[in-house]
């Protein structure tokens, strides 16, 4: 059995790799909930995402004396982009938004078949759902008159991040906003 260490805003979780479900959490941490409150608020406003589509992915990355925090505002996707490359560990619901909590160090093989069933569920509706076909995506275009079948890769549809860097202890770095 796999045991997963999840160090997010400065507290470490562990997830067994056969888990029926994604584990809710709770941000116990102000600063780190106003941060994610902020963009979403901001995301909102530019109509990025709404209450009943988008959400919030959070990826993290350990670096030299802390973490980088980088938040993705996604209102479409592949559909089994969640269950392919970005395996959320844990989730929650600010302001209304799902958010998800995730590592880029984080593969599907890591998780059994039950668990990575229930991302599917906990993310269906909350983001416009992208054709695909073989593991791409695709999209139809008019050239010359004639439907068109694209094939592409994608990181996703719209992803507008916000940059965080934090020391050990939790105090800010720095805050890159690209929204």
């Not at 269906?124 to 275009?141: A, C, I, N, S, Y």
């Not at 860097?165 to 939790?170: E, Q, R, V, Y």
Request: with cysteine.
């Amino acid at each position: 059995m796999k045991f997963l260490w999840l160090f997010v805003f400065g507290f470490s979780i562990s997830v067994c790799s056969t888990t029926q479900s994604v584990p809710n959490v709770t941000i116990k941490n102000p600063a780190h909930l106003k941060l994610i409150s902020n963009y979403i608020a901001e995301c909102k406003l530019k109509t990025i995402i709404n209450d009943t589509l988008g959400l919030v992915f959070v990826t993290y990355n350990r670096i030299g004396d802390g973490y980088t925090i980088h938040l993705s505002a996604i209102k479409e996707e592949g559909k089994s982009h969640f269950t392919r490359l970005r395996v959320p560990t844990q989730y929650t619901f600010v302001d209304g938004v799902l958010v998800l909590f995730g590592s880029q160090v984080i593969y599907q093989t890591q998780f059994s078949s039950s668990y990575l069933q229930s991302v599917d569920t906990l993310v269906e509706g909350h983001f416009k759902r992208l054709e695909e076909e073989g593991g791409m995506l695709v999209k139809w275009k008019n050239i010359n008159g004639k439907l068109v079948k694209i094939k592409y890769i994608s990181m996703g549809g719209v992803h507008n991040g916000t940059l965080v860097s934090f020391k050990f202890d939790d105090k800010i770095q720095r805050i890159t906003k690209d929204i």
